[in-house]
């Protein structure tokens, strides 16, 4: 007899490789503002989640395309942390957020080992993989966008890595950062990373950014998660 606890725990687990520290500069567009972020040692997903990980911790995968190995999408960035959550306390572990102050008012736990959106500067020094220019490969063999996509989202795992393991940072589906994007212009929005199927291979590059608010669903964004556990 099959022990359901434990197919879902696997159902769940989300594979991770070791991100090494590193430095990345990041650019604002609208302020023409260049800035260095220092990156500590972390642990990313080597894929998007998936419909069959979303659902064995949610109960239910919310997306428009349907198959387990298809990107979860059509989630908000309040559902990515809150998956985070509940993928953190089914492995055990202390969640990296606390939501207790309601929408919008998500605080990280300090210290915390638990699964989380990674950093805005963490996810583009995870995509270059210590790669110079605007992909780290060539776009066909790497991404599915509007060029290659056939207008469809496709599993994950099926283009090539990059230096360091890591599928679809750039492609198949736009990726929620934990970041506000611009508060002083946007408010609550929170950043989006990566570019999706439906974008022109311009759109499809390491520091391309995207904007938008936290409760938005579509079906071309999805996340990944991080951690800094060891």
């Given at each position: 007899m099959t022990d359901r606890s434990t197919t879902s725990r696997a159902a769940a687990a989300v594979p991770t490789v070791i991100v090494p520290s590193g430095r990345v500069q990041l650019h604002d567009r609208r302020t023409q503002e260049r800035?260095?972020?220092?990156?500590?040692?972390?642990?990313?997903?080597?894929?998007?989640?998936?419909?069959?990980?979303?659902?064995?911790?949610?109960?239910?995968?919310?997306?428009?395309?349907?198959?387990?190995?298809?990107?979860?999408?059509?989630?908000?960035?309040?559902?990515?942390?809150?998956?985070?959550?509940?993928?953190?306390?089914?492995?055990?572990?202390?969640?990296?957020?606390?939501?207790?102050?309601?929408?919008?008012?998500?605080?990280?736990?300090?210290?915390?080992p638990g699964y989380r959106l990674p950093t805005e500067a963490e996810w583009e020094h995870a995509c270059r993989a210590g790669t110079v220019g605007p992909r780290y490969g060539d776009i066909d063999e790497i991404a599915w966008y509007e060029g290659n996509s056939g207008d469809r989202i496709h599993p994950v795992g099926t283009r090539a890595p990059n230096p360091w393991g890591l599928h679809d940072m750039l492609g198949n589906v736009w990726e929620w950062c934990w970041d506000l994007y611009d508060p002083d212009v946007y408010g609550s929005y929170r950043v989006l990373r990566g570019g999706g199927w439906s974008d022109p291979h311009w759109s499809v590059r390491a520091g391309v950014r995207r904007r938008s608010h936290p409760t938005y669903r579509i079906d071309d964004v999805g996340f990944r998660v991080a951690t800094s556990k060891d």
């Open positions: 800035w260095d972020v220092d990156v500590a040692p972390f642990r990313l997903g080597t894929t998007a989640v998936t419909q069959e990980q979303y659902a064995a911790v949610t109960g239910h995968p919310p997306s428009v395309a349907t198959g387990d190995g298809l990107p979860v999408e059509s989630v908000s960035w309040e559902d990515a942390v809150a998956f985070c959550n509940a993928l953190s306390e089914q492995d055990g572990i202390t969640p990296a957020y606390d939501l207790a102050a309601g929408p919008g008012g998500v605080v990280p736990v300090p210290g915390s």
